[in-house]
C-alpha cells in the first residue's frame, strides 16, 4: 500500500518561507496526483494545491496563489509545497494527498484509492 510521510513543518515567522516535503513509499508514485490540504482543530479541511501526475498542470486555492508553490519530482517520489511570505492564518496541519484526479482534489470530489500522509505541523508566528 502506498504511504505517505510528510516532512518540513516547524515554526516560522509572518512573512517567512517554509518548504514541505512528501515521500512516497509506493512505485506507482507517477499514476497519482498529488496535492496538499490543510486543517485546523474544529475546522474543515482546506484545499491548498494540487499538481498532475506529470507535474503538467497545477492548481491553487485562491488564498494561497501566488504565495504558495506545488512541484513535484516523480524521480524522487516526492511533492513538494513551498510556502512564501506565510501569514498566522496559514497556521495549520498540512497533508500530503494522492488521489486520481488533481481537478477533483480542488474541487473537493471524494475519489477511489486516495491516500494520506500522516500530517505535518506549520506554525507561523507574529
Known amino acids: 500500500q502506498v504511504q505517505l510521510v510528510e516532512s518540513g513543518g516547524g515554526l516560522v515567522q509572518a512573512g517567512g518561507s517554509l518548504r514541505l516535503s512528501c515521500a512516497a513509499s509506493?512505485?506507482?508514485?507517477?499514476?497519482?496526483?498529488m496535492g496538499w490540504l490543510r486543517q485546523v482543530p474544529g475546522k474543515e479541511r482546506e484545499f491548498v494545491a494540487s499538481i498532475s501526475r506529470t507535474g503538467g498542470s497545477t492548481y491553487y486555492a485562491n488564498s494561497m496563489k501566488g504565495r504558495f508553490t506545488i512541484s513535484r519530482d516523480n524521480a524522487k517520489n516526492t511533492v513538494y509545497l513551498e510556502m512564501n511570505n506565510v501569514k498566522s492564518e496559514d497556521s495549520a496541519v498540512y497533508y500530503c494527498h494522492g488521489a486520481p484526479s488533481a481537478t477533483n482534489m480542488r474541487d473537493g470530489v471524494r475519489q477511489l484509492n486516495e491516500y494520506w500522509g500522516q500530517g505535518t505541523q506549520v506554525t507561523v508566528s507574529s
Open positions: 509506493g512505485r506507482t508514485f507517477s499514476n497519482y496526483a
